[in-house]
């Protein structure tokens, strides 16, 4: 009997399944549009495009692309290689049709990012779905038709996995340095019925859990900044053991109450629901908070620039961001979240952004910013979403 048991224990060790994917970080887009003097352009674009499309569908993914972090993902049989940005907010996976020749799909040199464009006709393993996809996000929209193929990743081969082909994205697209989207959402609601490459995944798997971690920044100018995704296990190597665990509201969105925050002298003891969002460079917040780390910061906005700045020499002295999550704080010091992104003139940013004032629940979006400082544990199989001190050699 003791053998039969040691047996199965054994069995148990050698079919358990944990599979860990290397990211990097892009670097930020609003950085090198600035550097090269198109940031107005940009902006430009931004504005008009909320204006001719405000509130025309009831999904509207509010604009914080900035810095994506982006894993290898090939697709099809043969794989053909792409660098897809990981996102936990992401509504579905998607890459850019080879027959869409506009700027937009083949991508602006301004981001310094030679794009790959999926060939359907050189994939014995695609399979063309006669359902249509679009994604309405603050920034632009992007549509075509659904499909099924191949996915390989982090030694994961999913078969048959849904993605949407886009036929057409519009300008803003073309900014961005990646090849489409790789959405770690556990429901998609793009379209009706679609499968996400988590929910696949999880079939191989020892725990349907998944752990994120990303490293330090060192210049967001420049990217390359690593991050370790490990799907089926806790990532004991990067982060803490004590994780606390929050419910998830919504693990469409991976949604969580917060109790509030403080800065300094400034306390809201305020219940609120927020995302994490590992497709989010900054912390996202409403209007009042944005305003009220300012003022302790002595922030000033730019609004030629859409930002908030402080002189750089004051990195290190500024008072910690704190957010507190199911009864416990998470301090965010100020070496993290200010931030160089090479304005030449002497200031930083403050890594946060403006969801708007009156904004509905979800009224936070916790980025890249927070992450970096806390690993971020998706149990889907408890409906829970973990945070633990995250482990960094000194850079």
Avoid at 114 to 136: G, P, Q
Avoid at 166 to 184: E, K, R, T, W
Avoid at 222 to 239: E, I, P
Avoid at 340 to 361: K, R, T, Y
């Amino acid at each position: 009997m003791r053998f039969i048991l040691t047996l199965a224990a054994i069995t148990a060790v050698l079919h358990a399944k944990s599979f860990k994917i290397d990211v990097r970080s892009t670097g930020s887009l609003r950085a090198k549009l600035i550097t090269s003097g198109q940031h107005r352009q940009y902006l430009d674009q931004q504005r008009k495009y909320r204006v001719q499309n405000f509130r025309a569908e009831p999904l509207q993914i509010m604009d914080y692309a900035d810095e994506f972090y982006v894993g290898e993902v090939h697709v099809g049989t043969p794989g053909q290689r792409t660098q897809l940005a990981m996102g936990t907010a992401v509504p579905g996976s998607w890459l850019i049709d080879s027959n869409c020749d506009s700027m937009a799909c083949n991508g602006h040199s301004v981001n310094g990012f030679t794009r790959h464009k999926f060939d359907t006709l050189n994939s014995s393993t695609f399979n063309r779905k006669e359902k249509a996809f679009a994604i309405m996000y603050g920034y632009g929209v992007c549509e075509g038709y659904m499909a099924t193929d191949v996915f390989s990743f982090a030694g994961l081969n999913i078969p048959g996995q849904d993605v949407g082909i886009a036929q057409y994205v519009n300008d803003y697209f073309g900014y961005l340095p990646i090849d489409g989207m790789f959405s770690l959402a556990w429901l998609a609601f793009v379209a009706d019925n679609e499968t996400t490459p988590l929910r696949r995944a999880f079939d191989d798997l020892d725990k349907p859990i998944f752990t994120v971690w990303l490293d330090k920044k060192v210049n967001l100018t420049a990217g390359g900044n690593r991050g370790l995704f490990t799907f089926g296990d806790f990532d004991h190597d990067h982060c803490e053991e004590d994780a606390n665990y929050a419910l998830s509201t919504d693990i469409v969105y991976w949604q969580f109450s917060i109790d509030g925050y403080f800065i300094s002298s400034h306390r809201q003891d305020k219940k609120a629901e927020a995302i994490s969002d590992t497709g989010a460079p900054w912390i996202g917040a409403p209007q009042e908070v944005i305003d009220t780390v300012a003022n302790v910061t002595g922030a000033k906005y730019d609004a030629s620039r859409d930002i908030y700045t402080v002189p750089c020499d004051v990195t290190e002295t500024l008072p910690d961001f704190n957010i507190v999550i199911n009864g416990r704080e998470y301090a965010i010091p100020s070496a993290v979240y200010v931030v160089d992104i090479g304005l030449s003139d002497g200031n930083c940013v403050i890594a946060f952004f403006s969801l708007g004032e009156n904004v509905p629940e979800p009224s936070w979006v916790l980025g890249a910013t927070f992450i970096r400082n806390y690993c971020h544990v998706y149990d889907v199989g408890a409906k829970q979403i973990g945070f633990s001190k995250a482990k960094h050699t000194d850079v």
